[in-house]
């Protein structure tokens, strides 16, 4: 792989540890990518802090993605992908929601361009944003019943 | 149903659908245009009608074949997506792709973007009323697909580049159809520019129309041309270089006005750089060498092995039957589309089939754009935003 490797990254590890200790729950280096897992409760103010922190300055979005790890608990993992377009740099969010309490805490307030974004986790996966200002369907048909990108939903659907 | 409020009473607005069926909408889009008069008062984008389930079915699939479903996303750019879903996978797999396999891929990547940008402009040209702009585009365009079907016997839905390299080697008398392609293109660019650059009516239609600052554009998360004509200078073929680009010597044109009729300028530019890089992608591959890495249980083996070794035949029965397991992990890979960041994200289980693909599509994520750039102009302004945004329903719905 010719891609960049992070070489900045511990640096970013460091700057969110000294922000707070508590929202650097685990670091996980794997080909070249940082993924730092945030504890749920903590990741709206990292996600600010990684935004409005001048030394981190990750300005754009580039991405949020849930993975279902069905059985394994708590059950949705959510992706957030960052760039710092001046520092040339990429992250990882990740923190995870259990299936019985499928809410999390909407990032728009901080990147209005996660808008579209939460909005399709909310309609595959049904999890809810709080925060959100518009949270409804985006791909389904409104009338749709179920998460179809859960892992017990069947790849060819419900009659 | 998306719906929108609208003033009643003494100011009285009108809401009109435009789309999912229209002809300017580029795709099944529904736009919600909320009407003062000729006035935009709001425009709220409906998606989800072409919506096929394509990340649902990759979890089904092996990893192989998942392949010809990215060509079917962002259908202008069936390259890209191989290319972006490819790279996601060797990530995984910690695969190195040889050097000459690389610049095939460069090449065919950069062919396939001028194709994308030809038919952004002849279609952007015929919603401003330039009809014969469309047909000159597509008269180029055919001679791009005449050499994808040279390559891999299909003028689109290639599925030209698989985990590890490339499908085939290049064809024969395949430099000598590029060459003549590369001299042939510079001239039609300049005819392009001279119908529509210095154009009263194109720069009536197209300045001052669909402004957005750049703090706008990057707090919508908004990438590619549209980023780059509002002065930011962001291209992963620069920032986070992949597939060997850092060998290439290209420039990444920019402006800063920011409204239809920089996006235009900076994706003509574009054109001609990726016609650069194609020459120099055409310089660098050697008439022989390999196509795809040494990997075996991983990429399979040539035809003519497997019919005469016996552990030839074996690899390629359990990678086309069972496929190969990349060991558990998450990779994310972003390369630069025609549209602006074209991201791949994978997770895998450790099981042939992997567990989440999801494509961080620009085209979905720039859309998020038109309500605010629409906003406040007239409805024919509205045309102009959908087209400068340069959206594939493809791949914003997947």
Redesign the interface.
């Known amino acids: ?4 490797a992070n070489t900045n990254a511990n640096a970013v590890v460091e700057r969110l540890r000294a922000w707070n200790p508590q929202a650097v729950a685990e670091v996980v280096e ?4 940082t ?1 730092i897992v945030v504890p749920r409760e903590l990741l709206r103010a990292a996600a600010q802090q990684c935004k409005e922190n001048r030394a981190l300055d990750f ?5 949020v ?4 790890r069905f059985p394994v608990e708590p059950r949705f993992e959510l ?1 957030y ?1 960052l ?1 710092s ?1 001046t520092r ?1 740099e ?1 992250i ?1 969010l990740r923190t995870s929601v259990s299936a019985q309490h499928p809410v999390m805490d909407s990032v728009v307030p901080v ?7 939460e909005r ?1 986790v909310f309609d ?1 996966f049904g999890i809810r944003f709080d925060g959100h200002p518009d949270l409804r ?6 009338g749709f019943e179920g998460a ?2 859960r ?1 017990d ?1 069947p ?1 060819e659907g419900k009659r | ?2 719906t929108v409020e609208t003033a009643v009473g003494a100011t009285k607005t009108m809401v009109l659908n435009m789309g999912p069926q229209h002809p300017s909408t580029h795709g099944v889009l529904r736009v919600l245009l909320e009407l003062d008069g000729e006035n935009v008062v709001s425009a709220v984008p409906d ?2 009608y072409l ?1 096929t ?1 394509i ?3 990759c ?2 699939k092996t990893y192989s074949q998942v392949i010809t479903l990215t060509d079917r996303m962002d259908y202008l750019n069936p390259l890209g997506n191989n290319l972006v879903y490819c ?1 996601a996978v ?3 797999l ?1 695969l ?1 792709v040889p050097k000459r396999a ?1 610049y095939i891929r460069v090449m065919l990547v950069e062919l396939q973007r001028i194709s994308s940008h030809l038919v952004w402009l002849g279609t952007h040209a015929i919603d401003m009323g330039a009809m014969s702009v469309l047909l000159y585009c597509f008269r180029e365009r055919e001679e791009i697909l005449k050499i994808f079907e040279r390559f891999s016997g299909q003028r689109m839905m290639t599925s030209f580049i698989r985990i590890g390299g490339v499908a085939l080697q290049p064809p024969a008398g395949w430099r000598a159809q590029v060459k003549r392609f590369l001299d042939m293109m510079p001239a039609r660019i300049d005819e392009y520019e001279n119908l529509l650059t210095e154009n009263r009516i194109w720069q009536g239609r197209l300045k001052g129309v669909g402004y957005l600052s750049p703090e706008t554009l ?6 590619g041309p549209g980023l780059r004509a509002a002065g ?3 291209d992963n073929r620069k ?6 680009y ?1 060998e290439f010597d290209f420039n990444v044109p920019m402006r800063t006005e920011s409204d239809c009729y920089a996006r235009y300028l900076v994706r003509v530019a574009e054109m001609r750089e990726s016609l650069k890089i194609i020459r120099q992608a055409m310089d660098k591959i050697t008439d022989d060498g390999p196509i795809k890495a040494e990997a075996p249980g991983i990429v399979p083996p040539q035809r003519e092995k497997m019919k005469t070794e016996m552990e030839a035949l074996i690899y390629h029965f359990k990678i086309f039957t069972e496929g190969f397991s990349p060991p558990p ?6 390369v630069e589309s025609p549209r602006g ?1 074209l ?1 791949c ?1 994978i ?1 895998s289980d450790g099981s042939p089939k992997p ?2 693909v ?1 494509f ?1 599509s620009p085209s ?2 720039n ?2 754009a038109l309500p605010k750039m629409a906003k406040g102009q007239l409805i024919a302004d509205t045309v102009a935003c959908i087209g400068t945004i340069d959206i594939v329903l493809g791949e914003v ?2």
């Open positions: 792989m010719t891609q960049l794997y080909r070249g990518e993924t300005n754009l979005l580039s991405d993605t849930c993975v279902d992706n992908q760039v377009i040339r990429r990882r990147w209005p361009g996660a808008d579209w974004l399709e595959l369907r985006i791909l389904l048909p409104d179809p990108l892992r939903f790849v | 149903m998306t998606i989800g919506h389930g990340e649902k079915s979890e089904d790279l060797e990530k995984l910690g190195e690389q990057v707090a919508l998360s908004t990438t930011i200078a962001y920032a986070f270089p992949y597939s060997s850092e992990g998450e990779a994310f890979v972003a960041e991201g994200f997770a567990l989440r999801h961080r979905f994520i859309l998020q719905d997947r």
